[in-house]
């Protein structure tokens, strides 16, 4: 009941606040200019984050408290990066203050409420690791994800159509290990249910209704998938619920690594490519695998599909072959991830080509 009571609740609280925000925003001109950069031509409102955020903190709050006692900074860290993200989207803070933001929400998880990668099941030939290693990795993971999530916010539907896929899958992954983890599964219905009614409204053909998450949205996103992925890795080696029936998963790190593939892929090709061009790792550009699909002629609409349905591929890939050794099945998702990238690079050079 509280499943579908926290999914119906944080649907509406985001449908029916997204209005007002944009109605807000257009009479006090907070709306997100067109650049150099943008997939958009005209003013549009970027703070739809805010009733994502405010429809989660609602009703994980409500539907899923026990998250909030076993993990006493979940809360706070939501605040902070709402705080930070309303204020970067409004005024555009500078990188390094939001980066200062991003390492404290990550270490008052880590370090406070525990959020650790304590093992990585024989990747790389390593398995438990001792607790400074765990917390710099932890803390590492956090921080790319969230900036990771960021970096793919950068045409209608994407962002927030693969929050909702991985989601889905955590979600069903949680509630297979039983009653211990239901709270996660609430939190990503919960989750799920806010940015599908985002969606609703990021996609609309309409000009008067039309939002972006912006900064808010993403980061936050990214944070809780960081927080739900690092969970799922967790739980297989947390003696506090060695009782509780299960299946077993060897390869959870990969499993997790192939939910988050796209921004972790996405992240790695624009750092090769700025490394390869000796460009500053923190300088803008349109590298981006949404930027190629675009570049193909492809709509948003069309380009957010192929993407999600690509790396949908990848997820199922990973499941079916779940027993495959740890670092055989990482390079196999690896590579299949960095295809996805490569497929429409080699489309416009056969195009310029001819």
Do not use: W
């Amino acid at each position: 009941m509280k499943l579908f009571l926290g999914f119906g609740f944080s649907f509406l609280i985001t449908f029916f606040t997204i209005p007002s925000i944009i109605k807000i925003s257009r009479r006090k001109n907070l709306m997100d200019e067109p650049g150099a950069r943008s997939s958009h031509m005209r003013k549009i409102s970027n703070l739809g984050g805010i009733a994502i955020v405010f429809a989660l903190c609602v009703c994980a709050s409500i539907f899923a408290s026990e998250l909030f006692k076993e993990y006493k900074f979940l809360f706070a860290s939501l605040i902070i990066l709402l705080f930070v993200g309303v204020k970067d989207d409004i005024m555009i803070m500078r990188a390094y203050k939001k980066l200062i933001a991003q390492i404290l929400v990550s270490v008052l998880m880590v370090i406070g409420s525990d959020v650790r990668i304590r093992s990585l099941f024989g990747v790389f030939g390593i398995y438990e690791m001792s607790y400074y290693i765990s917390v710099i990795l932890s803390i590492f993971t956090f921080v790319i994800l969230i900036n990771a999530f960021n970096l793919i916010d950068g045409i209608d539907g994407l962002a927030g159509s693969y929050s909702v896929m991985c989601s889905i899958f955590f979600a069903i992954s949680y509630f297979r290990l039983g009653p211990y983890n239901y709270p996660l599964v609430i939190l990503s219905a919960v989750i799920v249910g806010s940015v599908l009614a985002f969606l609703y409204y990021n996609l609309s053909n309409f000009r008067q209704q039309k939002i972006f998450m912006g900064d808010t949205g993403s980061m936050v996103l990214g944070f809780l998938l960081a927080f739900t992925g690092i969970c799922f890795m967790d739980i297989f080696i947390d003696k506090k619920i060695a009782e509780i029936p299960r299946y077993h998963l060897n390869s959870a790190p990969v499993i997790a690594v192939a939910i988050l593939i796209l921004p972790i892929i996405d992240t790695l090709n624009v750092i090769i490519i700025r490394l390869i061009n000796k460009k500053p790792l923190m300088e803008a550009d349109t590298n981006h695998v949404h930027h190629k699909l675009l570049r193909l002629g492809y709509t948003h609409r069309r380009s957010t599909a192929y993407i999600i349905f690509y790396y949908f591929f990848i997820v199922i890939f990973a499941y079916f072959f779940r027993h495959l050794n740890n670092n055989l099945l990482l390079f196999l998702i690896v590579s299949l991830g960095f295809m996805g990238v490569f497929i429409p690079e080699i489309k416009l050079k056969i195009r310029k080509s001819k």
